[in-house]
T-cell receptor, first 113, second 115 residues
Framework: DQQVKQNSPSLSVQEGRISILNCDYTNSMFDYFLWYKKYPAEGPTFLIS?????DKNEDGRFTVFLNKSAKHLSLHIVPSQPGDSAVYFCAAKVAGYAGKSTFGDGTTLTVKP | DAGVIQSPRHEVTEMGQEVTLRCKPI?????LFWYRQTMMRGLELLIYFNNNVPIDDSGMPEDRFSAKMPNASFSTLKIQPSEPRDSAVYFCASSLVTTGVGTQYFGPGTRLLVL
């Protein structure tokens, strides 16, 4: 049972446009949701997070939206830049469990110049 | 801080050989995670430790895999004997677990190829 799902393996957008990456989850006990970004030959790096008590968190060009009733979150990148081309992982965690996060399979974003 | 350090960065070995992957977490972090990434299965959590104690090893694929954390600054993941299907990128991550978001910091990974 995959508790965190990223149904789109890939996404391609034009530079300057909005990129929207989606993530669905099944466990209502998740209290934090995180997005990580991964470049080839590197480990994932933390990008942005959101608490389950909020519905939006913004950091520069990156905004994460959370819809708890739909068990859905999305990452918006505006405007998209070629340097944003990477694999984006959605992750979720439950309070406790020593910080364990459950990861989605990732979405490969390509931003074309 | 140097971040999470993993060694070796690349490993090529023959089937049946023992492989040991090493990880040095960020100083002060109290949780450590081992992941495996493959095209077929994505990013899988193999095992994680909290305060050097293994908490959940349910992701370890089989008895050929073992992990240790003898102290707060070092962990190993061992595969013995190795098989071609173990070929993957293995990541180590560490985290300072408080009551907050628990961001994980990943190392650069070890790319393992078993021939």
């Amino acid at each position: 049972d995959q508790q965190v799902k990223q149904n789109s393996p890939s996404l391609s957008v034009q530079e300057g446009r909005i990129s929207i990456l989606n993530c669905d989850y099944t466990n209502s006990m998740f209290d934090y949701f995180l997005w990580y970004k991964k470049y080839p030959a590197e480990g994932p790096t933390f990008l942005i997070s959101i608490s389950s008590i909020k519905d939006k968190n913004e950091d520069g060009r990156f905004t994460v939206f959370l819809n708890k009733s739909a068990k859905h979150l999305s990452l918006h990148i505006v405007p998209s830049q070629p340097g944003d081309s990477a694999v984006y992982f959605c992750a979720a965690k439950v309070a406790g469990y020593a910080g364990k996060s459950t990861f989605g399979d990732g979405t490969t974003l390509t931003v074309k110049p | 801080d140097a971040g999470v350090i993993q060694s070796p960065r690349h490993e090529v070995t023959e089937m049946g050989q023992e492989v040991t992957l090493r990880c040095k977490p960020i100083s002060g972090h109290n949780s450590l995670f081992w992941y495996r990434q493959t095209m077929m299965r994505g990013l899988e959590l193999l095992i994680y430790f909290n305060n050097n104690v293994p908490i959940d090893d349910s992701g370890m694929p089989e008895d050929r895999f073992s992990a240790k954390m003898p102290n707060a600054s070092f962990s190993t993941l061992k595969i013995q004997p190795s098989e071609p299907r173990d070929s993957a990128v293995y990541f180590c991550a560490s985290s300072l677990v408080t009551t907050g978001v628990g961001t994980q910091y990943f190392g650069p990974g070890t790319r393992l190829l078993v021939l």
